[in-house]
């Protein structure tokens, strides 16, 4: 899935949530909050499913 200047891919089953940030990209977390939030609507996650998950972050790594 694509949000502003990163990526993140969501594993179930891992409960991980994996972000990928453009090269130089400036991100902060209000931007990560809104593209996760927006997911209860296009999915089967809750938001309060999504904030136990564990989240890896990758800097430069598209």
Same mark, same amino acid.
């Given at each position: 899935m694509i949000g502003k200047d990163f990526l &993140? !891919?969501?594993?179930k089953d891992k409960k991980s949530? &994996?972000?990928f940030?453009?090269?130089k !990209?400036?991100? %902060?977390? #209000? !931007?990560?909050y809104d593209e996760l939030y927006k997911l209860e609507a296009t =999915? %089967? @996650? =809750?938001f309060e499913e999504l #904030?136990? &998950?564990q989240a &890896?972050? @990758?800097l430069n790594s598209t």
């Amino acid at each position: 899935m694509i949000g502003k200047d990163f990526l &993140y !891919s969501i594993h179930k089953d891992k409960k991980s949530i &994996y972000l990928f940030c453009e090269n130089k !990209s400036i991100i %902060d977390c #209000q !931007s990560i909050y809104d593209e996760l939030y927006k997911l209860e609507a296009t =999915t %089967d @996650f =809750t938001f309060e499913e999504l #904030q136990n &998950y564990q989240a &890896y972050i @990758f800097l430069n790594s598209t």
